[in-house]
């Protein structure tokens, strides 16, 4: 970081209004709306930056404390959002200033992850950050649920109705099971909950299909979304999830009841989500919405947390080069049993891949496989090793189905 920039917590009396004028041009916000968002994020997650000198702070971020699932284990993530730096400052540097600031604060509390949706891509990888992921978007008439859901058995036993506050635990119970199955996808914490609840504004409703002893299957938080003049409107989803396939096709049944008003269906989807696997035929259409970026901070710890195949018992050196966290930049020994790793220092192995820390992160979470990035020049080690690489890290497409 640069000597003349400061970078730490803010004061909320002293520097909340310029957090908002900051919010306001990068992000073309409304002050009012500007400050809820800083406010209910809460101030001890924002952090400032300011040159030597300067009254005010010309850039901010907001830390979001939350976990993501890899190999089926909470892996603690630190996520990024608000990124903003004043018109009159941009372009010296500031912004990644900032990052690098922020980088080396999580990786110094120990944090094995940061994760951000990036307005722009090339900032975040001067700072170590890489594409390991995808958001998309699914689109499905409604019209269409009804006949072509696969496998369908009646539903025997399960009844639709409208959730309430009291039936939260269950609701997060049934998340908890659905995500620590999908590489990628966030172990919530309630800035996100809060964000199903309303999105932009418009606050979502549950329902929830239950069985016959009155316990939650399958839930989804909905809107509509009304066309002028026509008077129809789209569904839209916040959230969906089951614990059950018979209670997640009677979630999609319900929603295709929405038929006689409703055009389409729109929520968070990949092409190999749970929802779109129900449906037997091509009668959706996904695009992609944004790619995410991951940030390994705190390598050791990164390698810990998460799962691994639980068939696969593998040892491989990660002879890893990270310029900005020179903590991280040493040969790590993994051992991987059990759908455990342990990692400790060591020296190069002939079992071993070197790679950049923005390579790893691709590799972690399974965006690309050893021998992919291998092609592309980013990972070298020899052909057993490459081979291991691919097995101790498989866990299928990440994806993630929130944004922040």
Same mark, same amino acid.
């Given at each position: ?56 702070a010309e850039a901010c971020l907001l830390r979001i404390p939350m976990g993501q699932y890899f190999g089926g284990k909470s892996v603690p993530m630190s996520g990024i959002a608000g990124v903003a730096v004043g018109p009159e400052s941009r372009g010296g540097g500031l912004a ?50 009804? /006949?072509? !859901?696969? #496998?369908?058995? @009646? %539903? ?6 409208? &959730?309430?506050? +009291?039936?939260? *635990? ?78 997640? /096709?009677? !979630?999609? #049944?319900?929603? @295709? %009841? ?6 389409? &269906?729109?929520? +968070?989807?990949? *092409? ?50 990270d310029p900005l966290v020179t903590d991280n930049s040493t040969c790590w020994a993994l051992e991987v049993a059990g759908g455990d790793g342990r990692v400790q220092r060591g020296a190069p192995t002939g079992n071993a891949i070197r790679c950049s820390v923005q390579t790893l ?44």
């Amino acid at each position: 970081m640069s000597r003349d920039v400061v970078y730490g917590s803010i004061d909320e009396a002293r520097d909340m209004d310029a957090l908002v004028r900051l919010i306001g041009y990068a992000f073309a916000s409304e002050p009012k709306g500007a400050r809820e968002w800083l406010t209910k994020a809460g101030a001890g997650n924002l952090r400032a930056a300011r040159r030597s000198g300067a009254a005010a702070a010309e850039a901010c971020l907001l830390r979001i404390p939350m976990g993501q699932y890899f190999g089926g284990k909470s892996v603690p993530m630190s996520g990024i959002a608000g990124v903003a730096v004043g018109p009159e400052s941009r372009g010296g540097g500031l912004a990644t200033a900032m990052m690098t600031a922020c980088v080396r604060e999580i990786a110094a509390e120990g944090i094995a992850l940061s994760t951000l949706y990036a307005s722009t891509q090339h900032l975040y990888r001067k700072v170590g950050y890489e594409v390991a992921g995808m958001a998309y978007n699914a689109t499905v008439p409604v019209s269409e649920i009804a /006949r072509n !859901l696969i #496998a369908a058995d @009646g %539903g025997v036993g399960l009844t639709v109705r409208a &959730l309430t506050e +009291s039936d939260e *635990p269950a609701i997060r119970e049934i998340y908890r099971q659905w995500a620590m199955a999908t590489p990628g996808t966030l172990d919530r914490g309630n800035y996100i909950w809060n964000r199903i609840k309303v999105w932009r504004e418009v606050p979502h409703s549950p329902f929830g299909i239950v069985n016959e002893a009155g316990q939650l299957q399958a839930y989804a938080y909905i809107s509509q979304d009304r066309h002028l003049p026509t008077g129809k409107h789209d569904v839209k989803l916040s959230d969906i999830a089951w614990n059950d396939a018979s209670a997640g /096709r009677a !979630l999609l #049944a319900f929603l @295709g %009841g929405f038929t006689t008003m409703a055009n389409d &269906l729109k929520f +968070s989807a990949s *092409p190999t989500h749970p929802a779109i696997g129900l449906l037997g035929h091509t009668i959706y259409s996904i695009s992609m919405k944004d790619p995410w970026m991951v940030r390994i901070c705190d390598a050791e710890a990164a390698l810990r947390e998460r799962g691994y195949p639980r068939g696969v018992r593998a040892s491989l050196a990660i002879d890893l080069y990270d310029p900005l966290v020179t903590d991280n930049s040493t040969c790590w020994a993994l051992e991987v049993a059990g759908g455990d790793g342990r990692v400790q220092r060591g020296a190069p192995t002939g079992n071993a891949i070197r790679c950049s820390v923005q390579t790893l992160s691709q590799l972690y979470c399974g965006y690309l496989t050893a021998s992919d990035l291998s092609r592309r020049g980013l990972i070298t080690g020899s052909a057993g090793a490459i081979e291991t690489a691919d097995m101790v890290f498989a866990g299928g497409a990440p994806y993630m189905t929130d944004f922040f």
